[in-house]
């Protein structure tokens, strides 16, 4: 009797130890399966802060990207600027310069002439005390040659 009472305690102790071991396993599988989804959602949420940050940092260097090209643009514009201004300085005096430059040898053509006329004047006027005649002049001055007109009148 004794015997078989050792046999039915070693059984239900088996069956005891055999239940402990399942829930063990199933604990242990459990766990890996939590582990597993905390490792996943974990991983999910560092790439999410990491796609975050690569964002903000290539919108930033895109707006980086416009100042200075903005930047860029207007010390450009400055310098077309100053450019096309010292351009048209230039532009003023070249023009200024021809202009005096033909105006002073309209002057000078016309004084040659003027002279001219002084000089025959004084000889007519000479000549007109005996042959008592006048003498007009008539001078045109424009842009590209000088015209005078001499006539000799006798009174």
Same mark, same amino acid.
């Given at each position: 009797?004794?015997?078989?009472?050792?046999?039915?305690?070693?059984?239900?102790?088996?069956?005891?130890?055999?239940?402990?071991?399942?829930?063990?396993?199933?604990?242990?599988?459990?766990?890996?399966?939590?582990?597993?989804? /905390?490792?996943? &959602? +974990?991983? !999910? #949420?560092?790439? =999410? @802060?990491? %796609?975050?940050?690569?964002?903000?940092?290539?919108?930033? /260097?895109?707006? &980086? +990207?416009? !100042? #200075?090209?903005? =930047? @860029?643009? %207007?010390?450009?514009?400055?310098?077309?600027?100053?450019?096309?201004?010292?351009?048209?300085?230039?532009?003023?005096?070249?023009?200024?310069?021809?202009?005096?430059?033909?105006?002073?040898?309209?002057?000078?053509?016309?004084?040659?002439?003027?002279?001219?006329?002084?000089?025959?004047?004084?000889?007519?006027?000479?000549?007109?005390?005996?042959?008592?005649?006048?003498?007009?002049?008539?001078?045109?001055?424009?842009?590209?040659?000088?015209?005078?007109?001499?006539?000799?009148?006798?009174?």
């Amino acid at each position: 009797m004794g015997s078989g009472f050792c046999i039915e305690n070693d059984v239900e102790e088996i069956t005891y130890w055999q239940i402990q071991q399942r829930r063990k396993k199933q604990q242990k599988k459990s766990k890996k399966k939590e582990t597993a989804a /905390a490792i996943k &959602i +974990q991983a !999910w #949420w560092r790439g =999410t @802060l990491v %796609r975050r940050t690569l964002l903000h940092m290539a919108l930033r /260097a895109c707006i &980086i +990207q416009r !100042w #200075w090209k903005m =930047t @860029l643009l %207007r010390m450009l514009e400055k310098k077309r600027r100053a450019a096309l201004q010292a351009y048209a300085q230039r532009e003023r005096a070249v023009t200024k310069l021809q202009s005096l430059v033909r105006m002073w040898r309209v002057h000078w053509r016309y004084c040659q002439v003027l002279n001219a006329i002084y000089v025959i004047q004084c000889h007519w006027q000479c000549h007109n005390c005996q042959t008592c005649a006048q003498l007009q002049c008539h001078c045109v001055v424009t842009t590209t040659h000088l015209q005078f007109h001499i006539e000799i009148i006798n009174s």
